[in-house]
C-alpha cells in the first residue's frame, strides 16, 4: 500500500514538474518572439523615413537578432552591408574589365568607374572605423565627419551611375553592371538617412 502511494507521489511529482517546464519553455518562447517582433518592427520604423525603405528593411531585418533596437548597431550594420556590395560591385567590374572580347573604350569605362567605386568604399571604411569609437563625449563630431564621409561615397556611386549610362559598353553588359552600381547607391542613400536619423536624435 505504501509503495503504491509512494509510486503515486511520484507520477504526480513528475507530472507537476513537466508542467513547470513547459510553461517556462511557452513563457520563453512568447517572449522570444516578442523580441523578435519588437526587433524587426524598429527596423522597419528606421526604414520608413529612407529613400528606398523595402531595400533598406529587405537587407538589414535578417540582423534583427544582432541589431535589437539599437540605432548605433542599426546604423553600423546598414554602412558595413552597403561597403560589402560596393567591394563586390567594384571586384566584378575589374574582372568583367579582364575578360575577352571586350573593347579598349569598354575597359576604360569599365575602370573609370571601379575607380571612382574604390574612393566610395574608401569612404565608407572610415565611416565604420569612425562609428567604432563613437562616444557620448565625442558624439557631434563624429556624426559629423561620418556624414560628410557617407555623403561623398554616395556622390561617387551618382557619378559612376550617370557615367556609365554615357558609355560605349555592350547594352546587355551596361543594364546588368549600372544595376549593380545602382543597388549600390541605394543602399548608400539609405545608410545615410539612418545616419541623419542618428544624428538628429541627439540634436
Not at 135 to 141: I, K, P
Request: hydrophobic share 40%.
Amino acid at each position: 500500500m505504501d509503495a503504491m502511494i509512494s509510486f503515486s507521489n511520484s507520477k504526480c511529482l513528475v507530472t507537476f514538474l513537466l508542467i513547470i517546464v513547459l510553461t517556462i519553455t511557452n513563457c520563453g518562447e512568447a517572449k522570444g518572439r516578442e523580441l523578435q517582433e519588437s526587433n524587426t518592427l524598429f527596423i522597419r520604423s528606421s526604414c520608413s523615413s529612407t529613400t528606398y525603405p523595402k531595400l533598406c528593411y529587405t537587407s538589414l531585418v535578417k540582423h534583427a537578432a544582432f541589431i535589437q533596437t539599437n540605432p548605433v548597431l542599426l546604423t553600423g550594420t546598414a554602412l558595413n552591408i552597403t561597403l560589402s556590395s560596393a567591394k563586390t560591385t567594384s571586384a566584378d567590374m575589374t574582372t568583367m574589365a579582364r575578360s575577352r572580347g571586350m573593347g579598349a573604350r569598354e575597359v576604360a569605362a569599365m575602370q573609370d568607374c571601379v575607380e571612382v567605386l574604390a574612393d566610395s568604399v574608401e569612404q565608407l571604411r572610415k565611416s565604420i572605423g569612425e562609428m567604432s569609437h563613437l562616444r557620448t563625449s565625442n558624439f557631434e563630431m563624429t556624426m559629423s565627419d561620418v556624414q560628410t564621409w557617407v555623403s561623398a561615397a554616395l556622390t561617387d556611386d551618382t557619378t559612376c551611375t550617370d557615367g556609365f549610362q554615357e558609355t560605349a559598353v555592350a547594352g546587355d553588359v551596361k543594364t546588368a553592371v549600372r544595376g549593380r552600381i545602382v543597388g549600390v547607391a541605394q543602399l548608400t542613400s539609405n545608410a545615410l538617412a539612418l545616419i541623419n536619423q542618428l544624428a538628429n536624435s541627439h540634436a
